[in-house]
């Protein structure tokens, strides 16, 4: 994940991390108030030696301009598009200014800290680095303390309200773990055994003889969703060129041998990939292949895994699959001496995979909270991060979530106030990824929905981010057709989601060597991915570029009128019939779902003719040099070589402001007024 300057063997979990001679400190503020979630109980004080890896996230230099270069090479009607940067160029963007750097380091070095200890990002605008909890209490003018689930028993060590001497507080973007609640949870809900739970599939009499014949059971097979959504016939051209991702997190491990298990049964000519794909351990993360232990089965441990990797090998053999499996377990254990918190799985995570030369072109995460279990800040921290690869050509697909508008007796807002409202998902908020909803049912397709088990596909709208400039040709007429409907209780101004869906009740899956079936947007969206990932494939066979960041295709380009409309449904929740499916996109199954034959001609069709010979420029300039491309295969001086269709939109990104989307509508964070702090 982060790149060492040096980081010395004994310094590990040493008391004198901070020297015992600080030096006076400059006057403190009070740089972010965050209230607890009503989900979280304080038990007592956090040890004095607990063992916290701290991250710093800096100020970034300049990702206003990473933000347009974003919009340019993902927009098939500007003349860069495809012109996806390197890595070095995203980092060159994002590093902090030097006075923001040599701020945060002295007043590091003022509090005994050692400057060899500390750990930074590719970019440096994150510094990391061990402390036991007195020393960062010391740091932070704060007060650590332990926090218990009230529903799954788990454990945090957090800090509500954090502070920094005033001349920082335009330097620090946010220091996490502190006030983040935010724990990555899965979006798949209750395993049922193969022959129950799942109802009978039924057919229209117009219902196509192919799909009938291979969706005519009980589960949601591999050959279902191939022969449904129209990639059984295609063969991948370009795999190993063409590669996708997925992201593990919790301890979820992959288990080769149920995918075997799988794929034996469901696509015999696929099994062995089984065993030749790529597992990358993030942070101590979960690589196991040993049985489960019991508790480990009671609590479903591996389900989520397995069904992503099952998903996805079965969908686009032979294209080589890279599972990350990211450490994030809350490991702390109160009768332990100095564990660790690492609980923060997308910062470790998004700070691996940006350090990384070559990534997949598509990656799926099944994972997301509450978006009011994290502060803004942090929330704007990871979207900022994954623009960044979006911006090396990198579709990133979250799921929507699996409660709706929102989690049944769960709907009050965390500010205080206990106001009753929708509660949106992150990180499906943010406005740089593709989120990607649930639907059931074949003829006709519906959003999803199973009373029996509360599943319904999650879609709503941001309080976090502004609703951004793509979305404002779809969301308003459909906000303003809701008549009033539900108003007060959503943000209507907000980054509504999700983008597009696919099917997500009643996927086969091998669990424990037991086949059964499972629902959840965690099927949808590896589903989505392996679609996009099959368009990629023939995308980079034509000599075209990967997709990339998706949304600006699907909303201003009208890439998402290749998708099939989903007009049948509702996300439910909150104790209300939630957001119905409409003609159009909705914040139930956005566009609608991905007919691979439409999709694949909409998205060949894409892009602008670029000059044969690009000449000198850089960045941003009218003839940029022909570097900027898949990060896949950095140094290729192709990009970009498709053919220009339609005219160009009028919506681009201010370059002028660093604020780009965030903008905050109802935040429940407090920043205050400095508090002047003195030490003796």
Partial sequence: MLSSRLLLSLFAFSPLAISTAVKARSEYGVKETHFVPREWERIN??????????????KQGRFDELEKHLYEVSDPYHRRYGQHLRIDEINDLVKPPKDTADLVHEWLTDNGVDSMALEYSPAGDWISMSLPVNAIEQLLQTEYTVFKHREDGSFLVRSP????????????????????????????????PALGGAPSVKFSATADAKVVAACNDSMV??????????????????????????????????????????????????????????????????SNQGRETPEELAAGKGQEGNLDAQTILSQVFPTPLIAYATGGQPPFNTAATTPIDTNEPYLTWINYVLGQHSVPQVIS?????????????????????????????????????????G??????????????????????????????????????????????????????????????AYQNKVVPPY?????????????????????????GRGYAIVWDGQLGNLDGTSASTPTAASILSLVNDARLAAGKKSLGW?????????????????????????????????????????????????VLKAALAAGWQLPSAPGP??????????????????????????????????WSPKASSSWGFWTVWAVPVVVTAAVEVLMV
Avoid at 238 to 265: C, H, M, W
Avoid at 486 to 501: E, F, K, T, V, W
Avoid at 558 to 574: K, L, M, P, W
């Fill in 161 to 192: 309200e954090w502070s920094l001497p005033r001349h920082l507080h335009d330097h620090v973007e946010t220091i996490q773990p502190t006030n983040s609640f935010f724990q990555a949870r899965k979006h798949a809900v209750h395993m049922r």
């Fill in 550 to 598: 998706l949304n600006p295709w699907l909303y201003t380009a009208r890439g998402g009128e290749a998708f099939t409309d989903i007009t049948c449904g509702r996300a439910t929740g909150c104790g209300t019939d939630g957001f119905p499916a409409k003609k159009g996109w909705d914040p139930v199954t956005g566009f609608g779902t991905p007919y691979f034959p439409k």
């Fill in 45 to 58: 004080r956090a040890p004095a030696d607990h063992v916290i890896h701290l991250k710093i996230a800096l």
């Fill in 617 to 650: 420029g850089g960045l941003g300039g009218a003839n940029s040099t022909p570097g900027y491309c898949d990060s896949a295969s950095p140094g290729e001086d192709d990009c970009g070589n498709g053919t220009r269709s339609g005219s160009p939109d009028t």
């Fill in 221 to 286: 097979t591999p050959l279902c969703l191939r022969t449904f959504y129209g990639t059984v016939d295609y063969k991948p051209k370009v795999p190993g060129k063409n590669k996708i991702g997925l992201a593990d997190y919790l301890n979820e491990t992959n288990n080769r041998s149920d995918a075997f298990s799988f794929l034996q049964n469901f696509r015999p000519e696929a099994a062995q990939s089984a065993y030749n794909f790529t597992v990358k351990v993030v942070a101590d993360g979960n």
């Fill in 365 to 405: 995460t099944s994972y997301g909270d509450d978006e009011q279990t994290v502060p803004f800040s942090y929330a704007k921290v990871a979207c900022n991060h994954f623009a960044q690869l979006g911006a090396r050509g990198i579709t990133l697909l979250f799921s929507s979530g699996d409660f709706g508008v």
């Fill in 407 to 468: 989690p049944q007796g769960k709907c009050l807002s965390n500010d205080g106030k206990n106001t009753t409202k929708f509660i949106p998902s992150f990180p499906a908020t943010c406005p740089y990824i593709t989120v990607v909803g649930g639907t059931a049912g074949f003829t006709p397709e519906c959003a999803a929905y199973n009373p029996h088990n509360t599943f319904s596909s999650g879609g709503g709208f941001s309080n976090y981010f502004i609703r951004p």
């Fill in 479 to 503: 906000v303003k057709d809701l008549n009033g409907t539900h108003d007060g209780l959503y943000n209507q101004n907000g980054r509504a989601y999700p983008d597009i869906s696919a099917q």
